[in-house]
């Protein structure tokens, strides 16, 4: 059970828009800020969004973050079929005192 | 660009360590700002921090794992180490490193690699 929580999956179709939450607590989400990752089958998870909206140098303008109270939102906007992968979302938890994820969602690209 | 790469026994026996090193390039470890994470990711499931260890030598780890888990850096070799004693079936995971940054953002990781618990 993931301190995080995250839609097991979501679909849409090719060149539509999805949206991935991740609902959390004012101990992780509430107070921390939010990252997304990126993930395809066989390699590491990647950095898409930092400080809940940044996007590091070379990811497309296509996926945004933001975070509003408790839960955080990934948006990716003009979907590709390369698109399709697991994404992750993560925050510090001060109660934890630690790193938590969201336990994924698998994006599926119709 | 700073790149990250694992190494170390790919089996472990349960109640023994496990043992793994990751070599950094591109980058030293003794720079202001970086932090060396590892993390896991048993088969199918998803990522679980398992800590890391700042340039400054102060580390946090997940509390759950805290008791079984060393993270050390060898900064002549510009490298960090983590350690995981008295594994189970459970430990069964490929292990990342990472660079964490910033406000826990993880933005380099290493390939990954499977390490197995078994007899």
């Known amino acids: 059970q993931s301190v995080l929580t995250q839609p097991p999956s979501v679909s849409a179709a090719s060149g539509q828009k999805v949206t991935i939450s991740c609902s959390g607590s004012s101990s992780n989400i509430g107070n921390n800020y939010v990252c997304w990752y990126q993930q395809f089958p066989g390699t590491a998870p990647k950095l898409l969004i930092y400080?809940?909206?940044k996007r590091p140098s070379g990811i497309p303008d296509r996926f945004s973050g933001s975070k509003s109270g408790t839960s955080a939102t990934l948006v990716i906007t003009g979907l590709q079929t390369g698109d399709e992968a697991d994404y992750y979302c993560?925050?510090?938890?001060?109660?934890?005192?630690?790193?938590?994820f969201g336990g994924g969602t698998k994006l599926t690209v119709l | 660009q700073l790149q990250l790469q694992e190494s170390g026994s790919g089996l472990v026996k349960p109640s023994q360590t496990l043992s793994l090193t990751c070599v950094v390039s591109?980058?030293?470890?003794?720079?202001?700002?970086?932090?060396g994470s590892w993390i896991r990711q048993p088969p199918g499931k998803g990522l679980e921090w398992i800590g890391y260890i700042y340039h400054s030598g102060n580390t946090y780890y997940n509390p759950s794992l805290k008791s079984r888990v060393t993270i050390s850096v060898d900064r002549s070799k510009n490298q960090f180490s983590l350690n995981l004693r008295s594994v189970t079936a459970a430990d069964t995971a490929v292990y990342y490193c990472?660079?964490?940054?910033?406000?826990?953002?993880?933005?380099?990781w290493g390939q990954g690699t499977m390490v197995t618990v078994s007899s």
């Open positions: 591109g980058g030293s470890i003794s720079s202001g700002g970086y932090s």
């Open positions: 990472a660079n964490r940054s910033g406000f826990d953002a993880f933005d380099v």
């Open positions: 400080d809940n909206n």
């Open positions: 993560g925050t510090w938890d001060s109660s934890l005192s630690g790193v938590v």
